[in-house]
């Protein structure tokens, strides 16, 4: 498994028959979803509260996802502004029955964080 990120994933799910297309492999939306919900997590813990997606780029797939592979991703806090935060996000696949993993896709998802009326809030730099 040697690349894997050193910490643990946010997110590991298995890819289910529902979300392949007729040939196995998984829809790229289903993929970007699942990062998008890791990012998400990690936005919102540093937020503090709600934040909400605006932007995701670099977004490139590097090898196909395959119906019952486990699926981990991994998004950690790159960069702070006044009211946005830049979370950079990777997915790695392991076969369900092997040891070895590898990474899938990566892309960078910008979110901002909002009030109770959804409007942007600041939000606190980088420790």
Known sequence: MSGLPADAPTIRVTAMPADANPYGDIFGGWLMGQM???AGSVASRHAGGR???IACDAMKFHAPVLVGDEVSVYARLAAVGNT???????AWRRARHADDACKVTQARFVFVATDENRAPRRVAPIA
């Not at 946005?84 to 990777?90: A, K, L, N, Q, R």
């Open 36 to 38: 998008d919900l890791a």
């Open 51 to 53: 934040a909400v997606t």
């Open 84 to 90: 946005s935060m830049t979370i950079e996000v990777e």
